[in-house]
């Protein structure tokens, strides 16, 4: 039933009944293996300044401990110094390899536990210094060895609503599959409400990008999000690729417009390892114009679990689809 003229509706929520499997309509023939390769070859050619994003921010606290990341195949150290900026290196100590992620920080100071040698963030005795980079959201690395490309000051961060009319959190999951695994999964949204069924419904693909593309091309998705039951919330998602380790999912129109899911894939292994193993950072950057967000921006501590929760699941089945891509890839048996 339409809500009477010259009155709007107030609420995003919308009731739908949904097929059941049996009465969905497939979306195999829409979701061309050449689109989805095309769009997936366009990703991984730009360019990423050799920058990796290695967690959410806060993870890397202000405390006497520091972070050990692996970053394709490499070891890396992340620490905070005296005044809280957030620091990078090698993390393998230059006097006898000892691992610096088991280490302390003093004084800013990151010290090793083996025989105390010292490393305060600037090159020593062949000890590397990272560049890293904060966005409020996601920590960064750049890792010049690793990604052989023309490096960068900043990474290319997407672009994001206003930090102070959002919440946010950050999931982090492993997969043994390599990036552009879970890059393609991203890259095929037909296979959405399928295999998620208990997230979305009404899930249309309504423009695809052309042959050629550009730097902005990206898949239009009509979707669901279904909220409890029959509830849902219908809205229009941009997914985009900008780098070779990032899709960007944007809320175009509807509840939450500007709203972003920013999906990062990391190598932890070294390329072409033959049990390579990725971490999926995902961070979820929700907004809303509605006045009644101030109070989920106040219990946003309670929010971020579920949304991580939420993502979680999500990806259970995503990374399942990404590890069983690499498997066929891996053994010559992939389709096409």
């Known amino acids: 039933m339409s809500a009477p003229p010259g009155r709007r509706r107030t609420s995003p929520l919308r009731l739908r009944r949904g097929p059941n499997r049996s009465g969905q309509e497939p979306s195999w023939q829409a979701a061309k293996p050449a689109l989805i390769a095309s769009a997936l070859a366009r990703a991984t050619a730009r360019p990423s300044g050799n920058w990796y994003v290695v967690g959410p921010a806060g993870s890397i606290a202000s405390r006497g401990r520091p972070c050990g990341r692996l970053v394709g ?24 390899g000892a691992p610096l992620k088991d280490g302390l920080v003093v004084g800013g100071t990151l010290v090793c536990h083996w025989h105390g040698l010292a490393l305060d963030g ?14 409020g959201v996601l920590a960064w690395v750049r890792l010049d060895a690793v990604g052989g490309e023309e490096p960068t000051q900043r990474p290319a961060v997407p672009r994001r609503p206003a ?56 898949f239009v998705v009509d979707v669901s999000f279904r909220v409890a039951g029959r509830l849902v919330v219908p809205v229009r998602a941009v997914f985009t690729a900008p780098g070779p380790r990032t899709v960007v999912m944007r ?23 033959p049990a390579p193993r ?36 999500l990806w259970r089945d995503d990374l399942a689809y990404a590890e069983r891509r690499w498997a066929l890839r891996s053994t010559g048996r992939f389709p096409g």
């Open 73 to 96: 195949g490499r070891e890396v150290v992340l620490w905070r110094d005296g005044a809280g900026t957030l620091r990078a290196g090698s993390g393998v100590c230059p006097h006898l």
């Open 122 to 135: 600037v090159r020593s005795a062949g000890w590397e210094r990272y560049p890293v980079h904060e966005d």
């Open 163 to 218: 930090p102070e009319g959002t919440v946010s959190a950050v999931y982090t999951g492993l997969g043994r599959c390599e990036p552009q695994d879970v890059v393609a999964n991203r890259l095929d949204p037909w296979h959405g409400s399928w295999l998620h069924p208990y997230a979305f419904t009404d899930l249309r693909v309504v423009a695809v990008p052309d042959a050629a593309g550009d730097q902005d091309d990206g």
């Open 251 to 273: 809320i175009a129109r509807g509840e939450g417009a500007g709203s972003v899911v920013e999906t990062h894939a990391t190598a932890l292994t070294a390329p072409f390892a």
């Open 278 to 313: 990725t971490a999926v950072v995902e961070a979820v950057v929700a907004a809303s114009g509605r006045r009644g967000f101030a109070v989920a921006r106040a219990l946003a501590p309670v929010l971020r679990p579920v949304m991580r929760r939420t993502a979680g699941r």
